[in-house]
């Protein structure tokens, strides 16, 4: 198995929560995540840093995550991102 | 303080409006390459990207301080930069910008060799802060030495040394069962930048030939420049 980098695992995170309606509780995300609860809390923290995921409460008072407009434009650039790198071999 | 001379003819002819293009080209090249790829870099994080985005954006501050040079080498009716005494005002702002063209000059090719070798390096933080001191060494010493032929001395070893660092990257690279060529773009990108010091330097030096030498680099830069827009969607 492809060992996955951290560009993979930003994007695998940000589908998880997008494929799930957009609202999402961390714990279901971090069993569907496939990385350790320490490395999860990581680039939890990176993704709330970066404004890709943002933290809120629903009306039980609930915390759940769901994505920014920056985590759904990572989505969608994706692909280029990737593209990019191997083109230019970075 | 000397009194400045007129213009000369020289000043107002095809060559120094072809000289005045072809940087033109090249720095708008290497600021849509900077800008285009600005998005992908704020939201990828990725390293790769910022010391390719660097690179480019350094030789676009160096070929606007290399239209200056030529402005000056032109006005003074003079293939070299040191005949330019310092004490003349346009002397001193000609050793000034020839300092910077030289640090930016290095610090493009060291970023564009960095972007490509970055995950094989050791990931220290300390090696973007020996990049500028080994330019600003390069940049002193070629100005404090007033020698023209210490600066290419010094940037022929760096071309040398930019060859055997990325023929050893392209030996071990996945790539090199793809196909890809980026790494011979690159190699010509900075024999050809090379060339760029010696005509900047030694006007005479390439005479003949300095009109394919602008046409090829500023086809590698298009080159390089089309590769980016077609990835990127030219946003």
Redesign the interface.
Known sequence: MVKRGKIDIIKDILIVIRDNNNHIKSTPLLRKSNLSSERFSTYLQDLLNKNFVKDSHDQKGERFLSLTDKGFRFIEKYKTIIEFIDEFEL | MALTPPIPRELINVGFGTEIIYSFVIILCSLIIYFG?K??YE????K??K??RQAFLFFAIAYFFRSFIKFILVYFNTNELFEVSPRILFGLFGQITLFIFIYFSSMAIFYLLY??MWKRLNKNKNNIYLFHILAFIISTISILSRNMLVYIGLNVFLLFFVIFIVSLAYNN?E?KKKG?N??IIYVLLLLFWILNIFDVLIPKFFENIKLIIYLASCGIFLMIFY??VK???SN
Do not use: P
Not at chain 2, 43 to 46: A, M, N, V
């Open positions: 790829t998005e992908l939201l990828s994080s990725y790769g990207i010391y390719f972007s490509v690279s790539y890809h980026m790494y590769r980016v990835k990127t969607g």
